[in-house]
């Protein structure tokens, strides 16, 4: 029998098991239902297996073979997927939802978790894992603008010279990032389109496995607070180790119910967890996983820092003029028109002189022109500090570790709304070490800006912050990747001989 003929005679298998299961689960015989359904998956693989054998036999039309068969294969995937979810929907409506948590269940449990590594590695037959052409690739959740981007790439940029990558992110501020050589991929984020959450992430899946087949990553690190399944799929179905940078201070209610914190294990293979200013953390991550801990992640180090006149010609300032910056963030300035207003008050009363700077986030529009605040867009602002000689910012983490690890004196503004990150400790944290001052209302900045502009408060600040150590945990993380990348090399020594 040809091959192709043995194609269609499995698949055709394939669907009279799934209607078969489909009946015997709503006449309620599920255990006989649940083995047909396990017999079409394994006849799914059948497909799988024939379709490549036969491209590798045929090499002139094995591309066009495979594509064909991968088509009919999926959407065979696609109806038993959609088949187990029915019928599981079906024994709850008929009330014998006790069967979720028995072996029953647990079986079309199983059975789903196979559908969705058959997903992942039906893109291509050829492992991406072996003689990789890229060292890592870098990936981030959306976010609110570039906090995840930043301290992934002050990461890369402490990996050894030599070593290449890229960065993959769903940021829609990805157009700001501007590092020489390096290659950006966007992916729009399932907020930022009109897709379910179950269909982006098989987009997603299916966008990262064409990316990971050509790029052939060493290994994988993702920065968010939600490891999507399509990213663990495709890393384990390709064997490529997926770390998984997680920023600590989560807010306590976020943390207890947080499922993939606690049992890291079965998303990741890897978690580190930067270090704050703010204090130390200990993170349960479950069985099997222990986190590796670093120093705070900065971006911007305190040899990067250009001098005042040059920080303020590139910025297009005055020298001879005293500089505020105000960098709230997007999440603030919703709500903060009013704590905008107060910065504009308090420093014309004390500072009359100053020049406020706001920095507009690289997801906004171009502000109108204002006479009394000054607006930049610029990403990162860190490098031109020394042009200011006060700054108002957020207690997000990026913004808080490196005003810190810059020795900046500051006021930091929390944003209470955020969802899982806990502003509010942090700030207050920093507050009771004297390594910053903190306003969460307009009133407490007002007191703040007109203690901080008094010579004994900033004097007080600046003692304290002269002794803080500069942040570490882009080097030590990129050590961290070096090992992993290094354990791998063997990898490398795979070939293939024909006499």
């Known amino acids: 029998m040809k091959p192709l003929s043995k194609f269609r005679l499995l698949a055709v298998l394939g669907v009279l098991l799934t209607a078969l299961a489909t009946v015997l689960f709503i006449v309620g015989d599920?255990?006989?239902?649940?083995?047909?359904?396990?017999?079409?998956?394994?006849?799914?693989?059948?497909?799988?297996?024939?379709?490549?054998?036969?491209?590798?036999?045929?090499?002139?039309?094995?591309?066009?073979?495979?594509?064909?068969?991968?088509?009919?294969?999926?959407?065979?995937?696609?109806?038993?997927?959609?088949?187990?979810?029915?019928?599981?929907?079906?024994?709850?409506?008929?009330?014998?939802?006790?069967?979720?948590?028995?072996?029953?269940?647990?079986?079309l449990n199983r059975i789903e978790e196979s559908v969705r590594r058959l997903h992942a590695i039906t893109g291509d037959a050829e492992s991406p894992a072996l003689h990789p052409d890229l060292d890592v690739l870098f990936v981030t959740s959306n976010g609110a603008g570039l906090g995840h981007v930043s301290r992934l790439l002050a990461i890369a940029e402490h990996l050894p010279e030599g070593r290449s990558f890229e960065l993959l992110t769903l940021s829609a501020a990805y157009r700001q990032v501007s590092v020489p050589e390096l290659t950006v991929h966007y992916f729009p984020s399932a907020e930022a389109t009109s897709e379910s959450p179950a269909r982006w992430n098989r987009l997603f899946a299916a966008h990262l496995r064409q990316l990971i087949t050509s790029r052939r990553p060493r290994v994988v690190v993702f920065d968010g607070t939600w490891v999507y399944s399509g990213l663990t799929e495709v890393c384990r179905a390709y064997v490529i180790p997926l770390v998984w940078v997680?920023?600590?201070?989560?807010?306590?209610?976020?943390?207890?119910?947080?499922?993939?914190?606690?049992?890291?294990?079965?998303?990741?293979?890897?978690?580190?967890?930067?270090?704050?200013?703010?204090?130390?953390?200990?993170?349960?991550?479950?069985?099997?996983?222990?986190?590796?801990?670093?120093?705070?992640?900065?971006?911007?180090?305190?040899?990067?820092?250009?001098?005042?006149?040059?920080?303020?010609?590139?910025?297009?300032?005055?020298?001879?003029?005293?500089?505020?910056?105000?960098?709230?963030?997007?999440?603030?300035?919703?709500?903060?028109?009013?704590?905008?207003?107060?910065t504009i008050r308090v420093l014309s009363e004390q500072m009359p002189q100053a020049q406020i700077v706001q920095v507009v986030s690289p997801l906004a529009a171009p502000p109108a022109a204002d006479g009394e605040v000054r607006s930049v867009q610029v990403y990162p602002v860190m490098p031109y500090a020394r042009a200011f000689d006060l700054v108002i910012a957020a207690a997000g983490y990026n913004a808080a570790q490196e005003v810190v690890s810059l020795q900046i004196p500051t006021v930091l503004v929390p944003n209470l709304r955020t969802r899982t990150d806990d502003q509010e400790k942090r700030a207050q944290r920093l507050a009771e070490q004297g390594l910053a001052l903190t306003a969460a209302d307009p009133q407490q900045l007002e007191e703040a800006l007109v203690s901080l502009v008094g010579e004994e408060v900033r004097v007080a600040l600046v003692d304290a912050l002269a002794v803080v150590e500069e942040a570490s945990g882009g080097a030590e993380s990129a050590e961290v990747l070096e090992r992993l990348i290094t354990a791998r090399d063997w990898v490398d020594r795979a070939e293939t001989l024909r006499s």
Request: aromatic residues 2%; hydrophobic residues 40%.
């Open 246 to 342: 997680q920023r600590g201070l989560w807010k306590a209610e976020v943390d207890e119910l947080s499922r993939q914190r606690h049992a890291a294990g079965t998303v990741v293979d890897e978690v580190i967890i930067p270090g704050d200013y703010a204090g130390e953390e200990r993170v349960d991550c479950g069985p099997g996983l222990t986190p590796k801990y670093v120093g705070p992640i900065v971006r911007t180090s305190r040899s990067d820092l250009l001098e005042r006149e040059e920080a303020c010609r590139a910025l297009g300032l005055d020298p001879d003029t005293r500089h505020v910056l105000l960098n709230l963030g997007s999440g603030v300035l919703e709500d903060g028109a009013t704590m905008r207003e107060t």
């Open 30 to 107: 599920v255990e006989i239902g649940a083995v047909a359904i396990a017999l079409a998956v394994l006849v799914l693989f059948g497909l799988l297996l024939l379709s490549h054998d036969h491209a590798a036999r045929s090499a002139v039309r094995a591309r066009e073979v495979q594509q064909r068969d991968t088509r009919a294969l999926n959407q065979g995937i696609e109806k038993v997927s959609k088949e187990v979810s029915a019928t599981k929907a079906k024994l709850i409506g008929v009330e014998q939802a006790s069967l979720v948590g028995s072996r029953q269940g647990r079986t």
